[in-house]
């Protein structure tokens, strides 16, 4: 008996943890929230909105809009959040690339709903036009969604540095 109530204290000590290491340092940086629908007795429905700086290419950030399901069910993380995202990719700094590319190449992934739902932001390289694209979207292990949203960020110098081109960098 002693040992089922140590292995209870442990796995609860796990789940009260876990949260807490699950946060990385590749984690975007809240900027702000907004309340959608209001409810009286559980958290409320939210447009949650967050910044990531791409992890391959200096001088790049992107600010993403996701939906909150508010009530109880999305408090405890079991309600299944809804596909739409937005985003916005600028240039903020001189770019500088640290890898080399690859056309859609996934730069960040977030969890939608317990197993199955994920949103992600994919990147790629116009080259002809020294531009680079980010898509935003969800997708489900069976079933993906066609709600997107794409954002363009033309290579641009920085002061006297000269803008490098995104296609010198694309894997062949």
Do not use: H
């Not at 876990?18 to 629908?37: R, Y």
């Not at 069910?73 to 690859?102: N, Y």
């Amino acid at each position: 008996m002693r040992s089922i109530a140590r292995a209870a204290a442990f796995a609860f000590g796990l789940l009260a943890v876990a949260p807490a290491l699950a946060q990385d340092a590749d984690d975007p940086e809240l900027i702000f929230k907004k309340s959608t629908v209001f409810r009286l007795l559980s958290p409320d429905a939210k447009l949650a909105t967050y910044v990531i700086d791409d992890p391959t290419i200096d001088g790049i950030a992107c600010y993403f809009t996701v939906p909150e399901v508010g009530g109880w069910k999305g408090w405890a993380g079991f309600a299944e959040e809804r596909s739409e995202t937005s985003i916005a990719c600028r240039q903020v700094g001189p770019v500088t690339f640290k890898a080399k590319l690859t056309q859609g190449e996934e730069i960040y992934r977030q969890r939608r709903s317990l197993f199955f739902k994920k949103m992600q932001i994919v990147r790629g390289c116009d080259a002809k036009r020294n531009v680079l694209v980010y898509l935003s979207y969800s997708d489900k292990i069976i079933e993906g969604s066609p709600q997107n949203s794409t954002s363009s960020v033309p290579v641009m110098p920085w002061g006297n540095l000269p803008a490098p081109k995104c296609g010198d960098y694309l894997q062949q």
